[in-house]
């Protein structure tokens, strides 16, 4: 059915609340007058993301509602030139030396000189980085003097994009992320840079299970000419870091999250926690329930408990139940095509690997160490947890004192018993 929306026939669904984020949806605008008109009508009906003013909107809220492209930002802040760029909240830790009365104000100058630092700090990915110590202490001591705290700016690392920041107040470390003004081989228009990546995070905050990525704070969008995008991120480490509860990894890798990364590569993550925002996806099932189907489905596996299974089966049964079985077993059969046959699965005294939480989680831990050569990661774990039980078993079994031939065959062999678990599992309960 079509409706008139400043002389424009319009589908009604377009007009709905719930069907908005659907409607701009898409990586370009099909029509540019009919998008107009949408966003005058959602001013009018609704005021989804629109001041009542109809004069500026609110991308914060519009990013959070769906994944959103650069050029369907770029468009409003067209049609809403009073729209802040600006996204998220101060982390409230360092509102506590301001009066409640003057937070929202110096919450509006934190943001400007973050805004600023960025655009001093813009430069090429040739320029090196101590050419701006001066700027990094500069915007470190006007935050300090701003919120009453101890703060330090420091370099951390460059990617392809940009370039990282460790941001120390009090006893907190954040990061700071902004962009190169010639970002390797990607386009502004991708997945990835100083638009893109903002509007990941930002989604990624409101649909993304807690760890998975790290915790986004603010930060603004940039346009393709603009100099001071920038984003505020949690800094994490080694020890605040997610590692996965899934103890078979082979059910981890056929498992879809509603947010996931497609570039874990180049210190894009730590254990389990996605720390860049470029190349960010939905996941495929469909909807929210899809997803809760496929969590519970998941236990009943990872528990081996057919009679779980099948009262999740029961109780979901409809079309949402099939597609998520479907996924799973597509996802499942193209794992089969590994090969495993020259080597051996684990015997009895090794299984623990790969059936307990914590003895999956310390070897996931040690190989995350020495696959990626972090000797100084691998001795903390040591360190850290040296004489526990969990430990000793593991370490007993991997080590970096083994040859590489030795840790690579032993890696294998536990990729088979989870591949073997797994494929018992499922053609037992009939998903394959």
Known sequence: MMIAVNGLNIPRVYATV??????????????????????????????????????????GRYAASDLRTPEQVEYILRKYPQTSRFMGSVPY???KNIKKQEISECTKQIFD????????????????????RKQMDESASKIENLIGQKTKIEYLQDGTIGRTYKLSIGDEKFVIKTFFKNPVGLGYYTRHGKGAEILSAVYAKHKAPKGQFADFYFGKFARKDDLDGFMVTKF??????????????????????????????????????????????????????????????????????????????KKYKGSDLDVVLKKLSNSFRRLTLCNYSD????????????????????????SFAISNNNYDLYEDIVKKNKGKSEFEYVISLYN??????????????VRKTELERLSDMMIKVGII
């Open 400 to 413: 970096s004192d083994m040859s590489q031939e030795k840790r690579e065959t032993f890696a294998r062999r």
């Open 113 to 132: 000189l973050f805004s600023d630092f960025a655009k001093n700090v813009s430069c090429r990915r040739c320029e090196h980085q101590s050419n701006y």
């Open 343 to 366: 080597v051996e699965s684990l015997d009895e005294n090794e299984i623990k690997i790969v059936t307990s939480d914590k003895h999956s989680k310390i070897f996931k831990m040690i």
């Open 18 to 59: 719930d069907s908005v984020g659907s409607s701009l949806k898409q990586s370009t605008f099909v029509d540019d007058e009919a998008l107009l008109n949408i966003m005058n009508n959602l001013s009018i009906s609704n005021r989804l993301f629109v001041s009542e003013s109809n004069k500026s909107a609110d991308i």
């Open 93 to 95: 830790s360092w509102m």
């Open 236 to 313: 994490i480490d080694y020890d605040s870091a997610k590692t996965s509860y899934i103890s078979n990894r082979m059910l981890d890798d056929i498992t879809e999250q509603p947010v996931k990364c497609g570039n874990l590569v180049n210190n894009n993550s730590v254990f389990d926690t996605v720390v860049d925002y470029g190349e960010i996806r939905k996941g495929d099932l469909e909807n929210n329930r899809q997803y809760e189907i496929q969590r519970l489905i998941v236990q009943s596996l990872l528990s081996e408990d057919v009679d779980a299974y099948n009262e999740i089966c």
